[in-house]
């Protein structure tokens, strides 16, 4: 037996002369929650679409339970239950309807169907909709069925196709808390895709950070944060056309500032208590006029500030000018 749930060995996708995933080797342990956070196009969907076999890689290889997906499909697919991007409950079936389908599909015996069907209502709190039509359910409410679904089958690993995005606070919560409540008390291994930074830092024990197909780091939270040497992040925001002169004052008092597209970003170093009081200062006398100063710890979304050199982009490649723990923008 292995200890690993995923493998993937220097997996490749090209699509024409787009590298779609260039050279991901991954190891996920049984047990963990693994989060592959990345913005739009980073090559989230094709990586997982190789791991359920529904994509062939260019190269490299997949393993997940020790079997590679490729040379045996049927056994690989029984050990992994799945949630993709795209809604694909029956909206004309009830709740219930719809995992007693999937569980038939399944060949979930008779006897323990029901039993199942319960479990993963309770599950994904939608009890008191098992009546319901699907149709009728709001987004966060599908989300939660296509879960209940994926965990009917009660599989070792699930594959989460960016699981909460679009979804309001409420049912994100949800969400998280049912995929940590599986993850600890039935040791399912979690796989997901995201977008929100803060989704990853919360929910993941481990972080690959991809873009442009390129895994450019991986760790647990508090490693990655480790690893781009911040202790503290210094911040300040004002109106575009002020940016560039705030750059400059930020430079005048020893920092290196990134500018970005709201706000003018730098790590505070050894002694960024007096950095900011030097800043405070220079930017009075200056009379630049600024939104606000803040000192924060570093978060995931300034790792990857670090790392990519830009903002989280959206899907046309512009920056979102997204904040300090924002998300990263949904379709
Ligand atoms: N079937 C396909 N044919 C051509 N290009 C594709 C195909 N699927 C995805 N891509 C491209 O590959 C890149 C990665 O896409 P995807 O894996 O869907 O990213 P993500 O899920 O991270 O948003 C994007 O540039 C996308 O346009
Ligand atoms: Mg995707």
Redesign the pocket.
């Known amino acids: 037996m292995t200890e690993y749930a995923i493998e993937t060995e220097n997996l490749v996708k090209r699509?024409?002369n787009?590298t779609?995933?260039n050279d991901v080797s991954l190891k996920i342990k049984k047990g963990e929650i693994f989060g592959l956070l990345?913005?739009?196009?980073?090559?989230?969907?094709?990586?997982?679409?190789m791991l359920l076999g529904l994509l062939s890689p260019t190269s490299g290889r997949v393993l997940v339970n020790g079997i590679d997906v490729h040379k045996e499909p049927a056994r690989a697919k029984e050990s992994v239950g799945v949630v993709t991007?795209e809604t694909v409950v029956e909206p004309e079936l009830t709740a219930e309807q719809n995992l007693m389908i999937f569980g038939r599909l399944y060949h979930i015996p008779k006897d323990e169907l029901q039993g199942r069907i319960n479990f993963a209502l309770d599950l994904s709190d939608l009890k008191e909709f098992r009546n319901s039509y699907a149709g009728t359910f709001s987004g966060g409410m599908k989300r939660r069925l296509e879960t209940a679904k994926a965990l009917m089958h009660s599989p070792p690993v699930i594959l989460l196709?960016?699981p909460t995005t679009g979804l309001d606070i409420q049912n994100r919560t949800k969400i998280w808390n049912l995929l940590r409540e599986i993850n600890s008390k039935q040791n399912v291994t979690i796989l997901l895709?995201t977008q929100y930074l803060e989704e990853a830092d919360q929910l993941c024990n481990r972080i690959g950070i991809?873009d442009h197909?390129k895994m450019i780091a991986l760790g647990t939270p508090a490693e990655l944060r480790q690893k781009i040497g911040m202790s503290t992040v210094i911040e300040v925001s004002a109106d575009k056309e002020e940016l560039v002169k705030v750059g400059q004052i930020f430079k005048k008092v020893g920092l290196e500032p990134t500018v970005l597209s709201n706000k003018v970003s730098a790590p505070g170093g050894e002694s960024a208590v007096l950095k900011v009081e030097k800043l405070v200062s220079a930017l009075t006398a200056s009379k630049v006029k600024i939104h606000n100063i803040a000192m924060h710890e570093p978060t995931i979304d300034d790792v990857f500030l670090k790392l990519t050199g830009s903002e989280v982009r959206d899907s046309t490649g512009e920056m979102t000018g997204a904040g300090p723990a924002a998300l990263l923008r949904g379709r």
């Open positions: 699509f024409a787009l779609a995933v990345g913005p739009n196009g980073a090559g989230k969907s094709t990586t997982i679409n991007q196709d960016e895709t991809i197909g």
